[in-house]
């Protein structure tokens, strides 16, 4: 039986274990510590440290990585159990990204091995060999030949073969997932007719075939910003904190082409899915070069390859969510964190981590520059760069011709709202749509409404789970726990006294609803986690709204970071109040973040911009300080 080793691990690590022949293994299993085994009988190779090891572990077998050796261990030898096998000639995770997640394992308390599963690909936590590349199928000879009329009866069948033979190079899963949802099962049926052949792809990424954008001239605070991050030697961490529609990413990309200029790799985070597309588009116009993105939202395959082409240095930028942070880096020269501030960089299943701090540790380990972005930085970022840790780089104006917005504050207790919306918001949405602008509805609160309630005897339906109000999808007929993720059907009566159960309170769903019958005439685009479950569907919204396909964009804190809506004049925040007295610590700096965020969406281009806050507590004095003198007053 194994125990768990009572040396500690050391940030310092070397790499190439020495002869010893007691190893110190770190198990995919919710156990802290590590465990002593007796080296294999055979290598192929000196062992090293971050090697994929398989061993015995209790009845079964577990995925390990060697982390350490020594000469003895406290068990008796009879009790050591041997490594059955060596799954990697080279360490998966250069010793860089290794004491990082030896640290983190500390500092966070949580198991070594849970912690260094988190950061391969799921292909490579399953055991598959790095070379193996994305699978891919075609027709063969016979599939091609076959008369698709046998096929009649089986639509999903249908559609895959047809889409096979469209094709001029095998389809990856990304490519049928697009054509069915069933396309697993289906495929699998073709391959029973002898019809399919399947081979895995290599890990190549091409380079995007997109006309090249001309850069724009840099404001006086752009060039010193850029001039100051190139000219960092070694680790410097700076805070680009400027204003929205400042250019911040101008300055990311002019940066980036110093790195890639030195023929080094640039690894840049987002803190969300949605921003990746229209980031990557914008790269890609400047940069000839391979791209590797990396988010939940890749399959298995894609992800696999991403992270190979980022380990063997082949992909010269790296563009993700917070797991990019664990992205192997060949010749590393520039980190940079978009909308630092953001919460979504901090990991809450799991192994619960910050992106953000660990980018910060790992730029450090790397010698590298780190840009920490944002138009609202996170107050201990702000005390960092006071405190003189951090650089602080300041954008003080937007580019261009655009000027801040107007912001106007509309007192719900005169205006009364019917399903969220007042008359003077309403009537400045059909202004701004008259003089052919766009407008932006924020609330953000998905589903129909938060709560589903008896008005006879006061029942509020709860989550069984956790004792949280049950969200009501009315859409698709669910209640929904927005903390946990239980669903159950809406029932017909109140469980308790059998009365009718009644919404109570706006959520996205039915805001959409009244945005429809208010403007008949408009289309009306809803972007939240709801909506855009389907692979690539937030791109095809966006894009509408992009081609002005949709006057009315509406949604969630998705909206608020990093897009540009040029045509977009007019903003209206629905409810502004739920952040000034929640019982979050943090209320009050998120409530402030997500106003400036969703207003810098308004005016960024020649057009002039207004902001139109509906809110109970006009005279507050958090959105006065806001109003009048801006997220640098509140946050100082």
């Known amino acids: 039986m194994d125990k768990c080793s009572a040396a500690a691990l050391r940030p310092d690590i070397s790499r190439v274990l020495e002869a010893q022949s007691i190893l110190e293994v770190a198990v995919a299993a919710p156990v802290m510590g590590v465990f002593d085994y007796r080296a294999p009988h055979t290598t192929d190779g000196p062992l090293q440290l971050g090697q994929r090891v398989r061993v015995p572990f209790g009845r079964g077998t577990r995925l390990g990585w060697l982390v350490g050796s020594k000469a003895a261990s406290d068990l008796p030898e009879h009790r050591l159990r041997r490594v059955l096998s060596v799954l990697d000639a080279e360490p998966l995770l250069p010793p860089d990204l ?64 047809a889409a096979l033979r469209a094709c001029a190079a095998p389809a990856t899963a990304a490519d049928l997932e697009v054509v069915s949802s069933n396309w697993r099962r289906a495929l699998a049926a073709l391959a029973a007719r002898g019809w399919i052949t399947a081979g895995r792809a290599t890990a190549v990424l091409p380079i995007a075939d997109i006309a090249p954008d001309r850069p724009p001239v840099l404001t006086a605070d752009q ?152 138009a609202t930085p996170s107050l201990e970022t702000i005390e960092n760069a006071h405190s003189g840790r951090y650089t602080r780089l300041v954008l003080a104006s937007r580019t261009g011709a655009a000027g801040q917005p107007r912001v106007s504050l509309i007192d719900l207790r005169q205006h009364a709202a019917r399903e969220g919306l007042t008359q003077p918001l309403l009537a400045a949405i059909r202004r701004h749509l008259d003089a052919g602008g766009q407008v932006l509805i924020y609330l953000n609160r998905r589903g129909y409404a938060p709560v589903l309630m008896c008005p006879a005897c006061g029942h509020v339906l709860e989550c069984k789970r956790c004792d949280a109000r049950m969200v009501l999808h009315q859409q698709r007929g669910q209640l929904a726990c927005h903390h946990c993720g239980s669903e159950r059907p809406v029932p017909a009566a109140c469980p308790d006294c059998a009365g009718e159960l009644k919404p109570v309170g706006q959520g996205t769903e039915r805001l959409e609803r009244a945005l429809a019958a208010a403007f008949p005439d408009q289309q009306i685009e809803r972007i939240d986690r709801d909506t855009t479950r389907r692979r690539g569907e937030i791109e095809r919204r966006l894009n509408r709204v992009r081609k002005e396909e949709a006057r009315i964009l509406m949604g969630t804190q998705m909206l608020t970071k990093g897009h540009d809506f040029p045509r977009v004049t007019l903003v209206g925040i629905i409810d502004a109040d739920q952040g000034l007295f929640g019982s979050d610590f943090r209320s009050a700096e998120r409530l402030a973040q997500s106003f400036v965020q969703v207003a810098g969406r308004a005016g960024r281009a020649e057009h002039p911009g207004e902001v139109c806050l509906q809110t109970l507590f006009p005279e507050h004095p958090l959105l006065r300080v806001l109003i009048t003198d801006g997220y640098a007053q509140f946050a100082s």
């Not at 060999?129 to 016979?142: F, K, V, Y």
């Not at 116009?285 to 992270?307: C, K, M, T, Y």
């Not at 797991?323 to 020269?333: D, K, Y």
């Not at 910050?354 to 840009?371: C, H, K, N, Q």
């Open 98 to 161: 290794l004491r990082m997640l030896v640290w983190a394992s500390r500092y966070y308390q949580q198991p070594l091995g849970e912690v260094l599963g988190a950061a391969l690909p799921k292909a490579l936590r399953e055991g598959r060999d790095i070379a193996q590349g994305e699978m891919h199928w075609a027709l063969s000879a016979e599939g091609r030949s076959a008369d698709p009329d046998i096929l009649r009866r089986a639509p999903a069948q249908l559609r895959i073969h």
């Open 223 to 374: 060039v010193q910003a850029v001039a100051q991050i190139n000219a960092a030697q070694g680790f410097q961490c700076f805070l680009l904190d400027g204003v929205t529609g400042s250019g911040k990413t101008e300055v990311y990309l002019r940066c980036i082409a110093q790195a890639l200029a030195a023929n080094r790799q640039s690894l840049v985070l987002v803190p969300e899915i949605g921003l990746t597309p229209q980031l990557l588009e914008r790269f890609q116009r400047r940069f000839p070069v391979p791209i590797a993105l990396l988010h939940s939202g890749l399959s298995d395959g894609e992800r696999l390859r991403a992270f190979t082409a980022a380990s063997d240095g082949s992909a010269a930028i790296i563009i993700g969510t917070r797991s990019a942070i664990f992205a192997p880096l060949l010749r590393p020269g520039l980190v940079i964190a978009d909308e630092e501030h953001d919460p979504s960089y901090k990991q809450q299943e799991g192994w619960r981590y910050s992106a953000r701090d660990l980018a910060v540790w790992r730029a450090r380990e790397l010698g590298v520059p780190l840009v920490l972005g944002s």
